[in-house]
C-alpha cells in the first residue's frame, strides 16, 4: 500500500553512492523501459494508462490514474532532489 513505504530507504537508495561520484537518476515513464521491464509508470497505472487517460471516453476519472500520476510525480521529485548531479528527462520521439 502506498502509506507503508518505507522513505527512509527510498532515500538511503537515492544517495548511497561513492564519495564525490556524480551520478544521473532519472524515473521512466515512457511505455517501453530501458531495462526491457515495465517502468515505474505502467507499475504504478498499468492498462489504465490506455484506457483511463482521457475524460472524454468516461464521465468519472480513473481512481488508478490518478493514483499512479500523483505518485508519479512524488517519486520524480524525490528522484530530483535526492538522484545525484544530474536528471535525465525522457521525450519520446514523436517530439523529435
Request: hydrophobic share 40%; with cysteine.
Amino acid at each position: 500500500p502506498d502509506d507503508c513505504w518505507d522513505i527512509g530507504h527510498i532515500c538511503h537508495t537515492l544517495t548511497n553512492r561513492r564519495w564525490k561520484e556524480k551520478t544521473i537518476a532519472y524515473a521512466e515513464s515512457h511505455d517501453q523501459a530501458i531495462v526491457g521491464d515495465k517502468t515505474l509508470a505502467f507499475w504504478l497505472m498499468d492498462q489504465e494508462m490506455y484506457t483511463g487517460m482521457s475524460l472524454s471516453e468516461t464521465q468519472t476519472p480513473s481512481l488508478a490514474v490518478d493514483r499512479g500520476l500523483a505518485l508519479h510525480k512524488i517519486l520524480r521529485l524525490l528522484v530530483l532532489g535526492l538522484g545525484g548531479e544530474g536528471y535525465l528527462n525522457f521525450m519520446g520521439n514523436e517530439f523529435g
